[in-house]
């Protein structure tokens, strides 16, 4: 159980154009998702949290009108990466919490990610 | 908000040896300590965690320590093998609140 998926699993745009990924849990209600940045040899860096049907609250230093997340329903978050830059090619990861009876508590669940290649 | 520090970035260790991590926080509210193991490429793995009402879990060869007083907790691998080699990351959460990472341990287990 607790399983995250993503989709892509990389994509190469070009510069300028906008990029959607999905973040899907599958067999279990995502209340809370979380979506990172990671770049080359470094560590993970949240961008957003995003509570289901609630606007995604992001970190200081992150441009919602840029990175547009929409959390509709309890098993899919999006991640859309409008007018993409050279400077936006990443690993982006989505991970999922909940608080339905019969998952741990406090644990994030994963997504495989997606690699952001804007040429 | 909460701050995370992890020493080292970089261990080599030979196989059979063991490798300690050690991470620091800021907010003493944190509550929930896990920690990842990331290979190249691949998503993180939860591969242990604990929470402040306790002082240390072990799972086989891997074992973590929380010093509250100290806000620091500290991830001991024995008996290490090769593919042990990975980045680990520490993190630490408040509450129900964002859960922020360590910079990440780069650990190599040479044969």
């Known amino acids: 159980g607790a399983v995250v998926s993503q989709h892509p699993s990389w994509v190469i745009c070009k510069s300028g154009t906008s990029v959607k990924i999905e973040c899907r849990s599958l067999?279990?209600?995502?209340?809370?998702m979380f979506w990172y940045r990671q770049f080359p040899k470094q560590s993970l860096m949240l961008m957003a949290t995003s509570n289901e049907g609630s606007k995604a609250t992001y970190e200081q230093g992150v441009e919602k009108d840029k990175f547009l997340i929409n959390h509709a329903s309890l098993t899919l978050s999006t991640l859309t990466v409008t007018s993409a830059h050279p400077e936006d090619s990443s690993f982006y990861i989505c991970s999922a919490r909940t608080n339905l009876a019969g998952f741990p508590r406090d644990e994030q669940f994963f997504g495989p990610g997606t690699r952001l290649t804007v040429l | 908000g909460e701050n995370v520090e992890q020493h080292p970035s970089t261990l080599s260790v030979q196989e059979g040896d063991s490798a300690v991590i050690k991470c620091t926080y800021s907010?003493?509210?944190?509550?929930?300590f896990p920690w990842y193991k990331q290979e190249l490429g691949k998503r993180p793995q939860l591969i242990i965690d604990i929470r402040s009402n306790v002082g240390e879990k072990k799972d086989q060869r891997i074992a973590v320590t929380l010093n509250k007083t100290a806000k620091h907790f500290s991830l001991h691998i024995t008996e290490t093998q090769p593919e042990d080699s990975a980045v680990y990351f520490c993190?630490?959460?408040?509450?129900?609140?964002?859960?922020?990472f360590g910079a990440g341990t780069r650990l190599t287990v040479k044969p």
């Open positions: 993190a630490a959460r408040v509450n129900n609140n964002d859960m922020r």
């Open positions: 067999d279990f209600q995502a209340t809370t």
């Open positions: 907010d003493s509210a944190s509550n929930y």
